[in-house]
């Protein structure tokens, strides 16, 4: 279960994924290919050339995309059904799967609901990781008192909304922080979909949101999600003057015990145990962080 609290508005924060990915349908008439519904213009005027169109048949119809890459978190789908024709849209499905299987078995995001028809242009929450997005018709719809038609699918315009798993912001241009589970943030702020990797965490505490460890790292660790290694550990502090609290609670990992010194001139030295490589330094100086990695 995803905390939808975490979640903002879909226009702060994601982008439309179907230009990474390709489309499919159950069957097809003439040019309305499945292709169609991911096209512009964004429109509920119908056309061969510009919505889908399956077979009237008495079997479920579908259409299907699949991303080209592994999975995407969706926020929102939005669907323009062809004009005048909500009846044959009534009591469809909508699923985020990651199977392509066909009755979908994955997450349900939306069943249209009775009584009345739905709207032929409606934006659709459906917060989940998946790798297909499914439009499912099993219905039919009765086009008079004496007519009933199968199941039938007429796209005109499909939008998904989300970002690539491990990315987030409001072009999907951020990773997400390397200590979420599996690497996967809600898209609108980056916060931990499913909390944080406390592994190397002092006292295996991180922040569910941030991923950071709050309280410190663990021996030999270091950073801000203590993903580093920390050459300084087993090092040898000293700072000059003495000062008040001892050099060497710098390099213990916890990150509220730290050494004090005053003076118009003050050094602090780490001296390694050997020769090593830095690639970088992570330094907390009275509570403000400074970086060099």
């Known amino acids: 279960m995803y905390d939808l609290s975490k979640f903002v508005l879909r226009f702060f924060l994601t982008e439309n994924l ?11 008439i003439d040019i309305a290919r499945p292709q169609n519904a991911i096209d512009p213009p964004e429109s ?4 061969f050339n510009k919505c889908t169109h399956t077979y009237i048949d008495n079997k479920p119809a579908w259409w299907m995309f699949e991303f080209s890459f592994e999975f995407a978190f969706i926020t929102d789908i939005t669907i323009y059904y062809r004009e005048g024709f909500s009846r044959r849209m009534d009591g469809f499905k909508l699923y985020v799967t990651n199977t392509s299987t066909i009755p979908p078995v994955d997450h349900l995001c ?4 009775d009584p009345g028809l739905p709207n032929i242009t409606q934006t659709i929450p459906c917060y ?3 790798k297909y997005i499914i439009y499912y018709d099993d219905k039919g ?3 008079n008192p004496t007519r009933y038609d199968g199941p039938v699918v007429e796209l005109c315009y499909v939008a998904i909304n989300g970002c690539q798993k491990s990315l987030w912001g409001s072009t999907c241009e951020k990773f997400c922080a390397e200590n979420c589970i599996e690497r ?15 592994e190397n965490c002092l006292n295996d505490i991180c922040n569910t949101d941030t991923a950071v460890c709050t309280v410190g790292c663990k021996e030999r660790r270091t950073g801000t999600y203590c993903n580093k290694y920390n050459i300084a550990y087993d090092g040898f502090v000293t700072q000059v003057p003495s000062g008040s609290k001892d050099a060497g609670l710098v390099n213990d990992g916890i990150e509220t015990t730290c050494s004090k010194t005053t003076g118009h ?3 602090f030295q780490v001296e390694l145990k050997e020769k090593s490589i830095v690639t ?5 100086l009275a509570g403000m962080l400074l970086k060099n990695t």
Request: proline share 6%.
């Open 18 to 28: 179907t230009p990474s990915g390709k489309a499919s349908q159950s069957s097809q």
């Open 44 to 47: 509920n005027d119908f056309d």
């Open 110 to 113: 939306y069943t249209d609901p």
């Open 128 to 130: 989940e990781l998946g």
């Open 141 to 143: 719809s009765r086009e």
């Open 184 to 198: 996967n943030c809600y898209p609108g702020n980056g916060s931990c979909v499913w909390g944080c990797n406390a």
């Open 265 to 267: 001139n003050v050094t």
């Open 280 to 284: 970088g330094m992570y330094i907390i």
